[in-house]
């Protein structure tokens, strides 16, 4: 019988985030996968190995461009996808790793889809999200009463108009759109309003009261908060 795929979610960068679930998981899977950065680093893999001996395991590195070509990208999938297929038909579990959650914004959520229509099974283990964690660090909440919350991609294109939605919106993953985000909350009289926390919650991190001290560039892993309008 073929093994089963298990997508888990390390949370943000604190080690101490990983869920007992996860880690419970991560020790009986015989293999570990994780995606790699084009510097060559496993983030998720990083976390993971702080809370859980992955020594004795069997490592899969997969490459996911960053990039905007959709050709690419949807290649790279179907890559990790087959890699991952020849383990699970050895009758070996396999643990696919993903910052965050796997559902919110995640690349193993493209690879998950991929095996379960060839048939494979599978399981999902959620991890904390992002956002979560960063309301935490700035020890702020990110819903009023009914106010709705809005989690949004930092480089959509109709991101002026998405920053006139009511409530609190997050933009995740910061990185080079910052720019023309710090462009657009200045338009809307937001930027010294929002909130900032690059890296968190790992040795890396920081965090900016104000998008205004934020500098040109900042990492990938940034995540702003920005409020919703003033009474």
């Not at 919110?104 to 992002?130: C, D, E, H, N």
Request: hydrophobic share 45%; proline share 6%.
């Amino acid at each position: 019988m073929a093994g089963t795929l298990y997508c888990i979610g390390v949370g943000p960068g604190d080690p101490e985030l990983l869920t007992l679930k996860a880690a419970r998981i991560l020790a009986a899977c015989p293999v570990i996968a994780a995606p790699r950065t084009g510097g060559g680093n496993c983030v998720a893999l990083d976390i993971a190995a702080q809370a859980v001996p992955l020594d004795r395991k069997k490592i899969m590195r997969l490459d996911f461009p960053m990039t905007h070509d959709r050709a690419k990208v949807a290649e790279s999938h179907r890559a990790a996808a087959d890699a991952l297929a020849l383990v699970l038909d050895q009758g070996q579990d396999a643990a696919l790793l993903t910052l965050g959650d796997v559902a919110i914004y995640a690349t193993a959520g493209y690879v998950l889809q991929l095996l379960t229509k060839r048939g494979y099974a599978a399981v999902v283990v959620p991890g904390v999200p992002s956002f979560c964690s960063v309301a935490a660090q700035l020890q702020t909440s990110l819903t009023d009463r009914d106010q709705p919350l809005h989690i949004l991609p930092a480089g959509a294109e109709n991101l002026e108009t998405l920053l006139q939605l009511p409530g609190t919106k997050v933009l995740m993953k910061a990185g080079r759109a910052l720019p023309r985000v710090k462009a657009a909350l200045q338009k809307a009289g937001l930027l010294d309003r929002t909130m900032a926390v690059q890296d968190c919650g790992m040795p890396t991190q920081k965090i900016w009261r104000s998008a205004a001290d934020l500098p040109d560039e900042i990492g990938y892993f940034a995540t702003l908060v920005v409020p919703g309008a003033a009474e």
